[in-house]
């Protein structure tokens, strides 16, 4: 007897099939993407880069795949740099056409090099746009200020304090980026935000060293 068995016979037979993957360099945070309704997708919104959950932690849209090259660990780490935060605080969603732009594929060694620093500078002005609205609300010039792991306080008066969650978590940044007009392994954005130089470096310290400033594939293995 033959029995013929297709991908419609499968799925009617089980209802659905759901595929959950948690990435490394975070705590699971996969079900709170898509809690929130993300503003349409466009290259020049912060929006479609980065969120800030209630909770504080960030989730970082990526439009490419990791292959087992470590790209995903290298974007958690680039983005978690330029906000001061520890990497288990980035969620890094990736390859889905639904919440990013697309950056073009896995493009190998080049992953981080190309599609690395769009998440970079995105995160580097979401840093900028979170300083400048604790900025206003704690009453204390941008200068007088310091984040870490999510904390915005005053370096003058430490008691003044206000929280990434506090400040946005929840909602989507309506910051409006420089786009290049280029979709793909090219694509970039810039704002108001400088990246940070790489003497600064905490979390990919060692990698920027390795790499002699340059975050590109292999280099992301080396992490702290």
Known sequence: ????????????????????????????RAAIVGAMTQPPLKPENLSSYIQVNADGTVVAFWGKMDMGQGTDLGVAQMVAEELDLPVSKVFVQQGDTATSINQGGASGSTGIQQGGTALQS??????????????????????????????????????????????IGGRFFDTQLEWNQKIGNSLFVKGKGTIKPVADHKVVRRCAVMCRGKLWGPATMWWT
């Open 1 to 28: 007897m033959t029995i013929n068995v297709n991908r419609r016979t499968v799925l009617g037979a089980f209802g659905a099939l759901t595929i959950s993957v948690v990435l490394p360099g975070h705590k699971a």
């Open 122 to 167: 995105a995160a580097a002005e979401a840093h900028y746009q979170l300083v400048d609205m604790a900025s206003k609300q704690l009453g204390v010039s941008v200068s007088d200020l310091k984040v870490d792991d999510g904390v915005i306080s005053s370096i003058a008066d430490p008691a003044k304090t206000v929280t990434y969650a506090e400040l």
